[in-house]
């Protein structure tokens, strides 16, 4: 068996000379060289979080359209996507089982799950490696294939539902050395319309929240007008004050509506932020161990007649700061019977995928998993514009205001 170091760029090499559907027999063929792998499958996270979907090689047992489906919530997969950590246990036969994360910027692509003949610190190090170059190998090819996205699909999906999905960014989650962020979205029976979006570029960072009126396809169709001209604005350059009336002059012009709405453009370097709420939750800020709105006025929401222009708050965050964004379904109607300010202040701790989950899931609960309106929330950690600072708890940080808000 050859336990040479693994050779990244010969599995790229190798992966971009496959079919796009391949991604996961290119490793396979890898770790069976190397150390004599056998049953290596990849399994993905399904779009509502509740169960994963095994892919097999192309010479395994299962294929087509028929992928097995596991149990997500108590599962050991479960256990290794929270920790992000390899686990590996005899496997009965002489072997060894290993199941490690495949995640990409902080994203959960999924778990890789295989036999080892073997499992010294060396091979299991280079699995670790082996999955995380997975990760990169899915994340490009899964732009040519469906096989990524039917996989996801273990219910069924309406055609608002599938127009939702897709304006959402391809990664819920993001890591950068002076944030973390991640979104979670449920849908309501009838898709209720909305959206989180995020960009970043190199010195700044741009996240949005909407929710526009309506639902089924028409709140589908007005999300996507809403957001296509927030994110054609922001790829042109535009500043914060006109992604906004951009936005709300092509509701307008089209007549499709109304929407709420909420903008945060963050400069990386000093962790200065500008903010335009249309009609919109106020965004929650964890700081020293209180969970606050920010003190926001709101303009009226995109689509609406309105003389008053966008309103652009400035606001400073401090490493360990905590702010979410959230749109409306996480506090009305059944979701008002979640304590969320307790829910972030107990979760404050745990990494912002991780409280998303949580918090999206307090709200499906309580709702009896018949949400009548879209529950969406984004939550941003901000380290810091020095990594050094990364770590930092967020119960050591300044509990005052600093430069605070002002309009």
């Known amino acids: 068996m050859n336990g040479d170091v693994l050779g990244l ?9 496959a079919l796009p559907v391949e991604s996961v027999d290119v490793v396979a063929r890898n770790l069976q ?40 919530r108590g599962s050991l997969y479960e ?10 246990e005899p496997d009965g036969e002489g072997g ?39 990760a990169y190998i899915i994340v490009t090819d899964r732009r040519f294939t469906d096989l990524y996205h039917w996989g996801r699909r273990t219910t069924p999906t309406s055609l608002a539902a599938e127009i939702q999905h897709q304006l959402l960014p391809s990664a819920a989650c993001c890591e950068a050395a002076q944030f973390s962020l991640a979104g979670g979205l449920v849908p309501a029976d009838d898709i209720g319309g909305d959206t989180y979006d995020y960009a970043v570029d190199r010195d700044t960072l741009h996240l949005s929240i909407t929710d ?43 007549n499709r509506g109304m929407a709420t709405g909420q903008l945060l453009r963050i400069r990386l370097d000093e962790g200065s932020a500008q903010l335009v709420n249309a009609g919109h939750p106020k965004p ?30 400035e606001l400073h965050l401090l490493p360990g700061d905590r702010l ?15 304590d969320l ?31 009548e309106d879209d529950a969406t929330v984004l939550c941003l950690d901000w380290y810091g514009t020095h990594p050094t600072r990364r770590r930092l708890d967020a119960d050591d940080s300044d509990p005052g205001w600093g430069p605070g808000l002002r309009p």
């Open 341 to 371: 300010p307790a829910l972030i202040r107990e979760t404050r701790q745990l990494h912002p995928r991780e409280a998303v989950e949580i918090l999206v899931t307090a709200v499906r609960d309580a709702c009896r998993g018949r949400l």
């Open 212 to 254: 526009a009126m309506g639902h089924d396809t028409e709140s589908a169709l007005l999300a996507t007008l809403l957001l296509g001209a927030l994110r054609g604005a922001r790829r042109v350059g535009c500043d914060i004050a006109e992604q906004a009336r951009r936005a709300h002059q092509a509701l307008l012009d089209h």
């Open 324 to 338: 979410l964004m959230l749109t409306d379904g996480m506090q009305e109607r059944a979701a008002a019977g979640v």
């Open 9 to 17: 760029g010969d599995v790229l090499a190798e992966a971009e000379d």
């Open 284 to 313: 929650l800020l964890l700081r020293g161990g209180t969970v606050e709105e920010l003190p926001v006025f709101a303009n009226l929401p995109f689509g609406v007649v309105s003389r008053t222009a966008y309103r652009v708050h």
């Open 96 to 134: 060894h089982r290993a199941i490690s994360p495949v995640t990409n910027r902080g994203d959960r692509v999924g778990v890789l799950e295989l036999t080892l003949p073997y499992a010294d610190e060396s091979v299991l190090r280079q699995v670790g490696e082996a999955a995380h170059a997975l």
């Open 33 to 72: 060289k190397r150390f004599g792998a056998d049953c290596v499958s990849f399994l993905f996270v399904d779009l509502i979080g509740e169960e994963l979907v095994r892919l097999t090689t192309a010479d395994g047992a299962v294929g087509g359209h028929r992928a097995p489906r596991i149990g997500l």
């Open 79 to 88: 256990k290794v996507l929270r920790s992000q950590r390899l686990h590996v």
